[in-house]
Nanobody, 119 residues
């Protein structure tokens, strides 16, 4: 059973930084893609970033490009989202998710961690 657990959310002032962690377990994750998504109150879920577990290749939403960095530590089975230069519009619940690289949808989701950026 795949488990996905996020941590690291909190409150920060605009311009500040946070690092989110996503611990995954239950199988080996070679050939998996790990994603970060966010959802603000009253809005739909939004793609933030993805990383290929095996190759380490990454992709970002335009809204976070240059400010957020996704990485993974295979030895810890953990994915990170380093968030810098945070803006109030980055406030949302952030979710980590996993899918096999051949799937089109993310099958495994964490419970989310809240990020609040004050102006």
């Amino acid at each position: 059973q795949v488990q996905v657990v996020e941590s690291g959310g909190g409150m920060v002032q605009a311009g500040g930084s946070l690092r989110l962690s996503c611990a995954v377990s239950g199988r080996t994750f070679e050939n998996y893609v790990m994603g970060w998504f966010r959802q603000a109150p009253g809005k739909g879920r939004e793609f933030v970033s993805v990383i290929n577990w095996s190759q380490g290749t990454t992709n970002y939403a335009d809204s976070v490009k240059g400010r957020f960095t996704v990485s993974r530590d295979k030895s810890k089975n953990t994915v990170y989202l380093e968030m810098n230069s945070l803006k109030p519009e980055d406030s949302a619940a952030y979710y980590c998710a996993a899918r096999w690289f051949g799937d089109s949808t993310f099958n495994y989701w964490g419970q989310g961690t809240q990020v609040t950026v004050s102006s």
